[in-house]
T-cell receptor, first 113, second 114 residues
Framework: AQSVTQLDSQVPVFEEAPVELRCNYSSSVSVYLFWYVQYPNQGLQLLLKYLSGSTLVESINGFEAEFNKSQTSFHLRKPSVHISDTAEYFCAVSERMGGKLIFGQGTELSVKP | EPEVTQTPSHQVTQMGQEVILRCVPISNHLYFYWYRQILGQKVEFLVS????????KSEIFDDQFSVERPDGSNFTLKIRSTKLEDSAMYFCASKGNLINYGYTFGSGTRLTVV
């Protein structure tokens, strides 16, 4: 059965520092991978996704994630964070198009001035 | 940008009462979902709906839950007899038919059972 593990429940970081939010998954088949962001009292917003092709995917606000099949990982990175990046970040996996998303436990990113 | 709309944003209900949570998915999407997030916990899959029928459901989605797409635009989640442990944020999501479409989530309905 598929599962997603986000190794860090909380990541405090100073503004303009780099950050990496870790995500590992388990699945017996090929997967589609997603990162969602949840700002306080809001819904889930798609940050980026890996469906196929290039293993490095980027979002419009400077985040990137790399699909590593051998390590079954999809870590999220940003070279320089802003205060406005403070939010909960969820990694998710789906085993087929249109299939259910399985979410990790979430990582709370807290950016301090 | 197209949105998934959920109403109400917050609902308080007494234990044992029935509630209906409403969602308007993106108009040309074909896959529909309900998820829930208990406070402080991860987002959990409840049910998926495709071609006017349930395609998959989780263990959480027991007989007290049901879904409908009554008029081709709305997608509803009904909880027949609410329990205290049903208190959670409920998210509706939809997805288009093409592989490069992501899953779009609504802003959620916070259900509080008292």
């Amino acid at each position: 059965a598929q599962s997603v593990t986000q190794l860090d429940s909380q990541v405090p970081v100073f503004e303009e520092a780099p950050v990496e939010l870790r995500c590992n998954y388990s699945s017996s088949v090929s997967v589609y991978l997603f990162w969602y962001v949840q700002y306080p009292n809001q819904g889930l917003q798609l940050l980026l996704k890996y469906l196929s092709g290039s293993t490095l995917v980027e979002s419009i606000n400077g985040f990137e994630a790399e699909f590593n099949k051998s390590q079954t990982s999809f870590h999220l990175r940003k070279p320089s964070v802003h205060i406005s990046d403070t939010a909960e970040y969820f990694c998710a996996v789906s085993e087929r198009m249109g299939g259910k998303l399985i979410f990790g436990q979430g990582t709370e990113l807290s950016v301090k001035p | 940008e197209p949105e998934v709309t959920q109403t109400p944003s917050h609902q308080v209900t007494q234990m044992g009462q029935e509630v209906i949570l409403r969602c308007v998915p993106i108009s040309n999407h074909l896959y529909f979902y309900w998820y829930r997030q208990i406070l402080g916990q991860k987002v959990e899959f409840l049910v998926s709906f495709y071609n006017n029928e349930i395609s998959e459901k989780s263990e959480i989605f027991d007989d007290q839950f049901s879904v409908e797409r009554p008029d081709g635009s709305n997608f509803t989640l009904k909880i027949r007899s609410t329990k205290l442990e049903d208190s959670a944020m409920y998210f509706c999501a939809s997805k288009g038919n093409l592989i490069n479409y992501g899953y779009t989530f609504g802003s959620g309905t916070r259900l509080t059972v008292v």
